[in-house]
């Protein structure tokens, strides 16, 4: 699948999307109001591959949230506090799961040249 001008994601482009996709599904699948910030993921998953600047900026937020739920997940098991009602041990081992994940897509978006072109007002054209 190509975006609209007709050209390919950069492969750290296309990592990072497949990660954002992959916390996505993984908030979905905790069954919370977390599971709204998982849609919210799926669009803007969509945004980076089209190459739009808003949702690249989206994606670090939202990378920095689920690193935020990732550790206080974490803690609250190295600390040995009972597990909320609304998790259970599998989807609080999943969500420490996210601190990677989350932090795989902030530097995939951030430092990459060919990140950071994909993402720029203006794209120089095919030759």
């Known amino acids: 699948m190509t975006s609209p001008t007709g050209s390919t994601p950069p492969t750290p482009v296309i990592t990072a999307v497949a990660v954002v996709g992959l916390i996505s599904v993984a908030l979905i699948a905790t069954r919370t109001p977390l599971a709204i910030f998982g849609l919210l993921g799926g669009a803007i998953s969509w945004g980076l591959w089209q190459g739009w600047r808003g949702p690249r900026l989206l994606a670090i937020f939202f990378s920095v949230f689920t690193l935020l739920v990732g550790v206080s997940a974490l803690g609250a098991l190295v600390q040995g506090e009972p597990i909320q009602d609304t998790y259970t041990r ?24 060919s990140s950071r072109s994909w993402f720029s007002r203006y794209r120089r054209p095919k030759s």
């Open 90 to 113: 599998l989807i609080a081992a999943a969500t420490v799961g996210l601190i990677p994940a989350s932090c795989a897509t902030i530097l995939l978006l951030l430092l990459p040249r």
